[in-house]
């Protein structure tokens, strides 16, 4: 009798990470560097969503670039010259910093050509990702690592199969700035099934108050969806398009049938999060994270405080 081992799937490696938009909220900063390279205090945002990818176990980080992105590619590369100097005069700690990003992950890079939407983005993935659950981390939202979502959204993944979207709720008033869910409770609090989703819908036609935010772990199966997707609002193939399609298939079906995809929950996120797509947004996550740095944060406060209160 020949015993055959039962081989479980593997755990996801893969993370997309677009990166092609214009920057145009933060303009002139953004005419000729990427707004994915302006800092949050002392990195480049980039540089934190890929090492949430990478904390995650995603060690293979494919981004998904355009026109004039060349500096991310530079910034995930060798600098040789920097960490000759660097070594000569004994920095070690810059040094190690500089290298840092250079050594976080496997790096790729694809450009995603006319600017099509976020679907597009994820669909130009498809070669590199293959047939295997792949992560899609948005640029605009940055995590605090003391909250790990992508890590949780990648477990339910693979105890649930199917996709897994992050959601966070928002008042009423927000929600006609995001994608929405609509969702049923499950057997775990954070965790529900998503029914149905609507991109920016008005108030008063939101499902629910749970917005997505940019974190997707996706069956591959979303690639199909995606080839066969029109464009929808603002003429760009929009992502939660086909979500929506994956996941009404899937309900659709009958049991046993047409199950291609699997089914698509949401976990719902509590934690730290920094939009540095808004300008405000950007500037309130630099305070944040300086206030909680030990090398910046106590004579940052200080300053802080005083200047609070000069101004009130």
Known sequence: MVLRMTQSPPRISKAVIPAAGLGTRFLPATKATPKEMLPVVDKPAIQYVVEEAVAAGLSDVLMITGRNKRPLEDHFDRNYELEEALARKGDEERLSKVQESSDLATMHYVRQGAPRGLGHAVLCAAPHVGDQPFAVLLGDDLIDPRDPLLSRM??????????????????PEQIHLYGC????????????????????????????????????VLDPAIFDILRETEPGRGGEIQLTDALQKLAKTYQSAPSGEGKIGGPVHGVVFKGRRYDTGDRGDYLRAIVRLACEREDLGPDFRTWLRSYVSEEM
């Open 154 to 171: 990648v477990d339910i993944q693979e105890r649930e199969g199917g996709s897994v979207i992050a959601l966070m709720e928002v008042e």
């Open 181 to 216: 869910a609509a969702v049923e409770a499950t057997a775990d609090s954070d965790v529900v099934k998503v029914t149905d989703l609507v991109e920016k819908p008005e108030r008063d036609e939101a499902p629910s108050n749970y917005a997505i935010i940019g974190r997707y």
